[in-house]
């Protein structure tokens, strides 16, 4: 914010101060807009056929197994459809202020310095946080580095109910949640020494969006007996279909911090 003299300038976001109460002339501020151009995937989920001669009137009589396994398939394939685009963001930062990825070593393993020094970056970039706290996307093995962290321990020690709930930890601004799909590289830093790279995303407020069609889910696709190749009428048919399309909206408002496994 900018403080005025006079009027307007109509250049800047910013207000105007006098010393006489006369309304100034107001010259409001036209933001700018950008159009993001992307094309659509369509993504196919691979199903499960089953042979039974029963007919089901209704999907809630599927067999629910098969219901929960496509569920978690539709799910995983978004996720790393995602994953995918948030983690090729252009704001990166390694452990132990490390200036580039081959630099890393065994010891150089993620802690709340790292993290604190990422959220500050996420700050001074004024990113917003998504519902008070930035969220952090980190694997088993990130958790387990956290937790001989003493800083990050004594948050975890006191129990709180999201502990219960999928989330890790709620500490320094940071909402820590883990995912056996967050991201790594294998055989890389040291100049490729190390076998895995973790990858721990930590995001703010609309720094990326995913566009859906289909009521914002994914498409539950039933084939009932009697379909193509089916004269018997025994096949059933189970599977799921989606469009989408992930991208990033702000780079500075989404970043990576790559740490030895």
Do not use: C
Not at 127 to 139: D, E, G, N, Q
Not at 205 to 210: D, E
Not at 217 to 239: A, C, S
Request: cysteine-free; aromatic content about 10%; proline content about 4%.
């Amino acid at each position: 914010m900018t403080s005025q003299a006079g009027d307007f300038s109509g250049t800047l976001y910013g207000y105007v101060t006098n010393s006489t109460g006369v309304s100034p002339t107001w010259t409001p501020y036209e933001p700018s807009t950008a159009t993001v151009t992307a094309t659509v995937n369509f993504l196919f989920g691979v199903g499960h056929q089953w042979n039974e001669g029963l007919e089901y009137t209704s999907l809630a009589d599927l067999p629910k197994e098969l219901r929960v396994i496509n569920a978690q398939q539709a799910a995983e394939a978004v996720e790393t459809e995602v994953i995918a685009i948030i983690k090729a963001g252009t704001t990166v930062a390694y452990a132990n202020a490390k200036a580039s990825r081959g630099l890393l070593g065994p010891a150089d393993t993620i802690d709340m310095a790292d993290v604190m020094t990422q959220v500050t970056t996420l700050r001074n970039n004024d990113a917003k946080p998504i519902k008070s706290l930035y969220r952090a996307m980190v694997s088993a093995n990130v958790i387990e580095q956290l937790m001989k962290d003493e800083n990050f321990m004594e948050v975890v020690r006191s129990r709180k109910d999201y502990y219960f709930t999928g989330t890790i930890a709620e500490l320094f601004a940071v909402g820590f949640q883990f995912s056996s799909m967050a991201p790594k590289v294998t055989d890389s830093g040291s100049n490729n020494a190390l076998g895995n790279v973790e990858q721990t995303i930590i995001t703010g407020a609309n720094a990326y969006g995913v566009t859906k069609w289909m009521l914002d889910d994914y498409d539950l696709v039933y084939t009932p007996p009697g379909g193509w190749g089916d004269e018997w009428r025994n096949k059933h048919g189970l599977t799921w279909k989606m469009q989408h399309k992930p991208v990033i909206l702000n780079q500075n408002w989404i970043l990576r911090l790559e740490s030895a496994r």
